[in-house]
T-cell receptor, first 119, second 114 residues
Framework: AQKITQTQPGMFVQEKEAVTLDCTYDTSDPSYGLFWYKQPSSGEMIFLIY??????QNATEGRYSLNFQKARKSANLVISASQLGDSAMYFCAMREGPDSGAGSYQLTFGKGTKLSVIP | DSGVTQTPKHLITATGQRVTLRCSPRSGDLSVYWYQQSLDQGLQFLIQ???????AKGNILERFSAQQFPDLHSELNLSSLELGDSALYFC?????????????FGDGTRLSIL
């Protein structure tokens, strides 16, 4: 079974509108973390936002917020006021287990959602 | 700029050859991770080093090997290259002991096998 599922291969959004990118995850570990990364066409991976499994509040970073629904195992990324520069691939990733202290937390990535912002 | 440096940015070689990809982590980061991004497999974790020691292994082929040196830079060696090894190879680094801190990725090395 896939550990990270991103069901939207591609999404379109009008400039200045908000958009939600879906991510569901599968883990039996009570301690885990969820990350969103952005990959523009130039190829680099840019960290956007993090949500820990024990965090009480949804994470926010500027125009990015994470709609974390633990019982449903979903961690959707919300981008407000979309800009043309937001056009990119977006990846949801999960780290399972607590940090062992040696930084040993490999990430499992979803297949990504390609977001296109329309002027 | 993530602070993670990968060289070279592009590499073109032939089947059967061997290449070395280099990564310098962010200053202060002891952990280095290698990932492979291909069209059919997506982003996959290959291997992790922490302070010179191998810590975790993922879907890394036996033809591939890696090491982390005392100055913390890391190298990924790919040998007996096949067409299917064509991919974007990322190095990432992270801070020890802070699981809420993200892995910071380099810009990747794009490997093309002809």
């Amino acid at each position: 079974a896939q550990k990270i599922t991103q069901t939207q291969p591609g999404m379109f959004v009008q400039e200045k509108e908000a958009v939600t990118l879906d991510c569901t995850y599968d883990t039996s570990d009570p301690s885990y973390g969820l990350f969103w990364y952005k990959q523009p066409s130039s190829g680099e991976m840019i960290f956007l936002i993090y949500q820990g499994s024990y965090d009480q509040q949804n994470a926010t970073e500027g125009r990015y917020s994470l709609n974390f629904q633990k019982a449903r195992k979903s961690a959707n990324l919300v981008i407000s006021a979309s800009q043309l520069g937001d056009s990119a691939m977006y990846f949801c990733a999960m780290r399972e287990g607590p940090d062992s202290g040696a930084g040993s937390y490999q990430l499992t990535f979803g297949k990504g959602t390609k977001l296109s912002v329309i002027p | 700029d993530s602070g993670v440096t990968q060289t070279p940015k592009h590499l073109i070689t032939a089947t059967g050859q061997r290449v070395t990809l280099r990564c310098s982590p962010r200053s202060g980061d002891l952990s280095v991770y290698w990932y492979q991004q291909s069209l059919d497999q997506g982003l996959q974790f290959l291997i992790q080093y922490y302070n010179g020691e191998e810590r975790a292994k993922g879907n890394i082929l036996e033809r591939f090997s890696a090491q982390q040196f005392p100055d913390l830079h890391s190298e990924l060696n790919l040998s007996s290259l096949e067409l299917g090894d064509s991919a974007l190879y990322f190095c990432a680094s992270s801070v020890r002991g802070f699981s809420n801190q993200p892995q910071h990725f380099g810009d990747g090395t794009r490997l093309s096998i002809l």
